[in-house]
């Protein structure tokens, strides 16, 4: 029904000019203006290229979003997924108006407020009460809003005791639970969520999603939720639109969503050395499974998958090898050494299993180096990365596991 | 079927002129907060506190009143040199503090901004309001001191024109606020500016009659130097309304009004055109 409709984005676009500014973006700036007195098109306009970060590219502009187009109706939380670079971010800074489309339009029916980050505006000299109303009042609320929720917002953060002492004495943790106690109490008719709020320890994230479900399934509240977390999207939205370089590539309901965004990114490199300056040590490195055959989705649990290096030596002798994976938070997880020595032969094709068992859902980079007594040969942080699809019970409902792997032996249970 | 009604649209162009009061009305309470956040916090943990409001107008016109009056011998009419450079910097204070604190509005709430949205203009609003609470104060001092010379037989009498004092206000926040704004709407994409306004206000505050009368100007024949100069006009009104003395032009009155709405509408034309997409440039 059109008459349901909060909210409706229609060919939203957005430009954005690479590189530094400097006495370069005059000469532009004068001719953008030169088209526009003669009442032609802005010229950059039509020079903008897809937003491919990886690929180099002829033109200084690119489109960080091109023509992007959904509707949302009252009450419904929309998922919107894509990868890094996709145009989440960009997206949600023109629905909460931080800046503007290039061109393009978005209609509203109601009150947006966004959560891209808490605790905007706090100013470390003032007490945590005034901090609250400043706060408050930067989100959109009106005086007596806060001061008919003070009690509540006070409670929430459970700062009591502070609260009339200056944000700068907080700890950090204090100072993040007071920001969020005032958002929580916003009453927009559209939230919109970065995935950005749910950083932080383990009960604010639980707080955080607690809440975005509250305010819509008890409030009727549309949400607009942006998220990498495939298992969260899943659990929490009923629709999702799926972003990529830009561009809308699907938009419909969330499990068809979620199972394209798989389908489609890539999320799995082959990692070839191309440098020419250097000898390849790190010749190749890709992920394949149990056939041998290199997979370029993303990976499932229930599969075998192996970890392929093609080495070449180049004649050193007494080389080590290793390789470890890191997590999308930069922790190390789990280290495989080759701990066989290099024989003669100077081209190695190493191939060890993924222990997907105990890794938990998400992107993982894979690091390797080559060296030898202090010398390194050949070594990155990210040859390749790749998305592992979660499936335990827990990280479906989207809740946060604390430890850096998963057990995998079985739980022994008996009635007693 | 009928036409949907939105609340809001979101597109790349807006308005030149619209300023959405209704907006900026409904952040009301944001911009006092913004203002008691300004008051409150700039002497926080100092040990004159509010203090501070008061030392520097008054040692500045001390200072002023050695050099120029007493080393360099310039004659300030029948006022006493003092009050005289203490009416002049009040004034000018006013006008500089609304010019250098809104000129970085941009640059200096760039973190603010990029995360959300409120009208822009909240915050320059609120430097110019709080501003005017520093100049109260400093407003406050001055009456002091002028009591002391009357009392104590000085010639100095307001004059009739002392009722216009609070547009002579406006002007100088319509003046400050306005070049204010241009001057961080253009900072957001050149930095350049940034370097002018600091030595540039020093420099204009030498053609601005903060210490020297116009008389002075006159007879050396460098009348040109500060008769385009708004701002030497209003603190040489804002002299004459309050102690009686000064020169004072019909055609200064007319060119600083105009000068002022002037310059305040073109800088909200620019602010309200920045505003929208500065987050990508700055």
Known sequence: MEKDVILKVENISKQYRLGTLGTGTITHDVNRWWHLIRGKEDPYLKIGEINDRSTKGSSEYV????????????????????????????????????????TGAIKSKGRIASLLEVGTGFHPEMTGRENIFLNGAILGMTKKEIQSKLDEIIS?????????????????????????????????DILVVDEVLAVGDAEFQKKAIGKMQDISSTDGRTVL?????????????????????????????IDSAVNFYLKNTKSVKKYKNNKTTKLNYIAEVFISDINGKSILNSLKKKKEYFLNFILDLNKVEGVKFGTTLISEMNEPIISFPFEEEFKKTSKYHLKIKLPTTILKGGSYFVEAALWNAGEVYDKSEEYISFDLLGDSKLEKSGEKIKGIVLNKEEWLTKNI | MQKDKWLFEIT??????????KEVWQYRDLLMLFVKRDVVTLYKQTILGPLWYLIQPLFTSIVFTLIFNKIANISTGGIP??????????????????????????????AIFGKVYFPRIIMPMSTVISNLIKFGIQFLIFLCFYLYYVFDGSEVRPNNLILTYPLVLLCMAMLG???????????????????????????????????????LFEKNNLAWAVDFNPVAHIVEYSRYVLLGEGTVSQFGVIYTLVFSVVIFLFGILVFNKTEKSFIDTI
């Open chain 1, 63 to 102: 489109w960080a979003l091109k023509d992007i187009s959904f509707e949302v109706k009252k009450g419904e939380i929309l998922g919107i997924i894509g990868k890094n670079g996709a145009g989440k971010s960009t997206l949600l800074k023109i629905l909460s108006k931080v800046t503007g489309p290039t």
């Open chain 1, 156 to 188: 929430f953060s459970g700062c009591e005791r502070y609260i009339d002492t200056p944000v700068k004495r907080y700890s950090s943790g204090m100072t993040v639970r007071l920001a969020f106690a005032v958002a929580a109490f916003l009453e927009p």
């Open chain 1, 225 to 253: 939720f942006v998220s990498h977390n495939m298992a969260a999207v899943k659990n929490l939205c009923s629709r999702g639109v799926v972003l990529g370089n830009g561009r809308t590539l699907f938009s419909g309901d």
């Open chain 2, 12 to 21: 790349p162009k807006n308005n030149l002129l619209d300023l959405n009061l």
């Open chain 2, 81 to 110: 040199p003092f009050l005289f450079n203490l009416a002049g910097v009040t004034s000018w204070n006013y006008f500089k503090e609304c010019l250098t604190g809104t000129s970085d509005t941009f640059k200096k709430n760039q």
């Open chain 2, 177 to 215: 606020l306005g070049a204010g704004m241009i001057i961080s709407s253009m900072v957001t994409k050149y930095r350049d500016l940034t370097f002018l306004v600091s030595f540039g206000v020093q420099l204009l505050m030498y053609v601005s009659l903060v210490s020297l009368p116009y008389s």
